[in-house]
T-cell receptor, first 114, second 113 residues
Framework: QKEVEQDPGPLSVPEGAIVSLNCTYSNSAFQYFMWYRQYSRKGPELLMYTYSSGNKEDGRFTAQVDKSSKYISLFIRDSQPSDSATYLCAMSPLLTSGTYKYIFGTGTRLKVLA | DGGITQSPKYLFRKEGQNVTLSCEQNLNHDAMYWYRQDPGQGLRLIYYSQIVNDFQKGDIAEGYSVSREKKESFPLTVTSAQKNPTAFYLC????????????FGPGTRLTVL
């Protein structure tokens, strides 16, 4: 079993829809959770960063962490064609050496249709 | 502009050759990372460095080498011992004080001919 599981998609939605992207994980030591957006042949761009459980909102984006279920989500409201990209989740424990080693999901490809 | 730069954007290599990928950051970040991205797989960690003159192997370090002589620079050498080097290589950095967000460069696409 992979440490982080993410549905590869593709996920196709009409413009204006609410999008829900999800990752599950198996390592209860993960404390830091991130979502990245990656356009084709570009580097990932950090969208959201959360620590521990709870919700965080930034504009049209909401990140949700449920540590009891080992499940994280990214919601995109009023989705736009420019949101079409691959979305990567990433997470990290705090290692005893003070380092951070990030584990990534395989990414979900999202297509927002105009 | 602050950020992470990688060069070149595209790189072609013949089998048996070593190549070096450049990564430079002006974010004053202490930690730097190299990842490899292949279709259908998540990013896999090659090497990481917390401070100058120190670095650790990641999950797939075989066939790769790095150096960290300056805080701003973390070059990656893909050696001829790497059996399947064709991939998209991503450099990242992170501050070690306070926040733990990791930021990425634009990537280098390496193709072995």
């Amino acid at each position: 079993q992979k440490e982080v599981e993410q549905d590869p998609g593709p996920l196709s939605v009409p413009e204006g829809a609410i999008v829900s992207l999800n990752c599950t994980y198996s390592n209860s030591a993960f404390q830091y959770f991130m979502w990245y957006r990656q356009y084709s042949r570009k580097g990932p761009e950090l969208l959201m960063y959360t620590y521990s459980s709870g919700n965080k909102e930034d504009g049209r984006f909401t990140a949700q962490v449920d540590k009891s279920s080992k499940y994280i989500s990214l919601f995109i409201r009023d989705s736009q064609p420019s949101d079409s990209a691959t979305y990567l989740c990433a997470m990290s424990p705090l290692l005893t050496s003070g380092t951070y080693k990030y584990i990534f999901g395989t990414g979900t490809r999202l297509k927002v249709l105009a | 502009d602050g950020g992470i730069t990688q060069s070149p954007k595209y790189l072609f290599r013949k089998e048996g050759q070593n190549v070096t990928l450049s990564c430079e950051q002006n974010l004053n970040h202490d930690a730097m990372y190299w990842y490899r991205q292949d279709p259908g797989q998540g990013l896999r960690l090659i090497y990481y460095s917390q401070i100058v003159n120190d670095f650790q192997k990641g999950d797939i370090a075989e066939g790769y080498s790095v150096s960290r002589e300056k805080k701003e620079s973390f070059p990656l050498t893909v050696t001829s011992a790497q059996k399947n080097p064709t991939a998209f290589y991503l450099c990242a950095s992170r501050t070690t004080s306070g926040h733990n967000e990791q930021f990425f460069g634009p990537g280098t696409r390496l193709t072995v001919l």
